[in-house]
């Protein structure tokens, strides 16, 4: 494999790997929910998770360095202006329904 192959691998890695951090938290994938419908105040998103300013801040922080979301200031308001890519979001909700399927399933039985 030359070089250039192999740095791409590795960054391909790297973005698995922060998208794999970010989605691992289920108050961030809530916010990951609140988002598909829209760019939000940082300030609504916390009321609406039922976070502090502080935590939202830091779990939409790591998001953004996934590259899940934008952030823009506009004013004296920050807000996110929602998901770069909603097929992300609809990736976890397949799987959501997927693994309650699997309960469903071994409940049964």
Known sequence: MDQESHMLKDSTYAQLARIGKAIASPKRLEILDILAQGSKTVDTIARETEMNVANTSQH??????????EYQKQGLHPFTKGLLDK???FSCQHGLLFIDDIFNTISGL
């Open 60 to 69: 939409l922080q790591t998001l953004l360095e996934a590259r899940l979301v």
């Open 87 to 89: 097929r992300l979001f």
